[in-house]
């Protein structure tokens, strides 16, 4: 029998002032520590409401791990990346790239961002960026459910995302009472972020409300495990966040992430010395658009 997934850990991160300033709220959903969240290191849950024309962000280091980006409302980037309310980026940073975020206009958005830490064996590996439009993400609706498969296999359905650890995203919609029961790997870290409405899960029927996060029990065995998900009074949406874990410490400073604090050492002087590259310069195979 798979072993049935329910909820050991609800909580509601809190807003806090963002570092683009007026307008800008950040919320930092994983508030464990990384020995839980493994193979996840962060996720930003961004809302900006910008109202002038005051240019923020700029160009900024990354390395050792990969920006997973999902553009909830509003649109971000430049003409080469263009994000609209949907649409999902993911940046392997790997052996070090430069990375520009600037917002020059006024702009309404919501976008998590996760940082996802990659393979001792991958950590190093050669910059690139996919790009996966909302018109392309496979997606099922089916008695009141709406199920987008971003990254990995659900639910039939399989992302054309390459990936290095193995990683499922999905947003699911329920309509209230609707239920869906879904198979995952027992061993994945996984959690749910309720963006809208409410939520119950599991045998239990434990309730995740909007802007919650429930983390998941799992298992060290290999086997698949079943996760069962109900729509609430008004229905709801979720964010489903599963990855395989990679069971290596990390060192984590700033914008790089490493094995070793030589490492970090090293990064930080190869940004001083201008040799990290501009991901817009990334090789054309290194650039997927789907």
Known sequence: MNLRRKVINIYTPPAQPGFLGVGHLASPVIQVDFTESDPFIVLMDDRLNKQDGQPVG???????????????????????????????????????????????????MRLLQLWLNLPKKDRWAEPRVQDLPLEKVPTLIQNGVTIRVYSGSLAGLKSPIQNYAPLII??????SGATTIQQL?????????????????????????????????????AVLSDLKLAGGEAGGRVILYAGEPQGDAIVSHGPFIADTQEDIRRLYQAYRQGTLKHIATVPASQRILY
């Open 58 to 108: 700029g160009p900024h280091p990354h390395a050792g791990f990969e920006t997973v980006s999902l553009l909830l409302e509003g649109e971000m980037g430049d003409e080469a990346h263009r994000l609209k309310g949907g649409d999902l980026q993911l940046m392997t940073a790997g052996s070090g790239i430069i990375h520009s975020e600037i917002i020059d206009r006024n702009a309404s």
């Open 170 to 175: 999905a947003d699911i919609q329920l309509e």
């Open 185 to 221: 790997p027992a061993s994945y870290t996984a959690f749910l972020y309720v963006i809208d409405g409410s939520i119950r899960v599991g045998d239990e029927a434990n309730k995740v409300q909007q802007d919650q996060v429930g983390w998941l029990n799992r298992s060290s065995d």
